[in-house]
Nanobody
């Protein structure tokens, strides 16, 4: 079992920055990849960024160059640094852990970008 807790969301003006955190607990060693997803009202959940247990990162085209995914193994925490935020990126942001055969989700954190 893996438990995930997101934090760091809030209200920011367009062009601003936020850093989201995803704190993991439980069977940490079983995690192969952490992904950040977002879901805007009335839209499907979409993948934003991923970071593997080896540290490799991947980003959606829409956030490349603006978002950075990193991790602190000592704190068992993954971060999503979001810069130059746009109003259309207002959404609930979730982190997701992939283990051998199961996905785990956090509860999400709201990010609101005002124009």
């Amino acid at each position: 079992q893996v438990q995930l807790v997101e934090s760091g969301g809030g209200l920011v003006q367009a062009g601003g920055s936020l850093r989201l955190s995803c704190a993991a607990s439980g069977s940490i060693s079983s995690i192969k990849r952490i992904g950040w997803y977002r879901q805007a009202p009335g839209k499907q959940r979409e993948l934003v960024a991923t970071i593997t247990s080896g540290g490799s990162t991947n980003y959606a085209d829409s956030v490349k160059g603006r978002f950075t995914c990193s991790r602190d193994n000592y704190k068992n925490t993954v971060y999503l640094q979001m810069n130059s935020l746009k109003p259309e990126e207002t959404a609930v942001y979730y982190c997701n852990a992939l283990t051998g055969g199961t996905y785990y989700w956090g509860q999400g954190t709201q990010v609101t970008v005002s124009s």
